[in-house]
């Protein structure tokens, strides 16, 4: 989380390869979408392998049912008004 490597290369593969295929899957507002998933699904990546939670604690099965409603609504439910 301090390198700046670690950082510069993440950005660049978030923005060359996963944010132009999450795009195409949003119906609007991409860059709010993308953006938003982007933060959930590396806060979900902190807080289960570096802050050790109960979160690490969870199957990939577990953690994929809890998380599939949230991505789901990110990527394609209702814009807020």
């Known amino acids: 989380m ?3 490597a ?5 950005r660049r593969v978030f923005a060359e390869r996963v ?5 195409t899957a949003t119906p609007d507002h991409p860059i709010q979408r993308i953006g ?4 959930f699904v590396i806060g979900l990546a902190i807080t289960r ?3 050790v939670t109960p979160i690490a604690d969870l199957s990939r099965e ?3 049912r809890w998380a599939a409603p949230v991505i789901r609504q990110l990527l394609v439910g209702p814009a807020p008004s």
């Open 62 to 64: 577990e953690l994929s």
């Open 2 to 4: 301090t390198s700046h």
């Open 6 to 10: 670690a950082a510069d290369a993440l």
């Open 19 to 23: 944010a132009p295929k999450l795009a």
């Open 49 to 51: 392998y570096v802050l």
């Open 36 to 39: 938003l998933m982007g933060a």
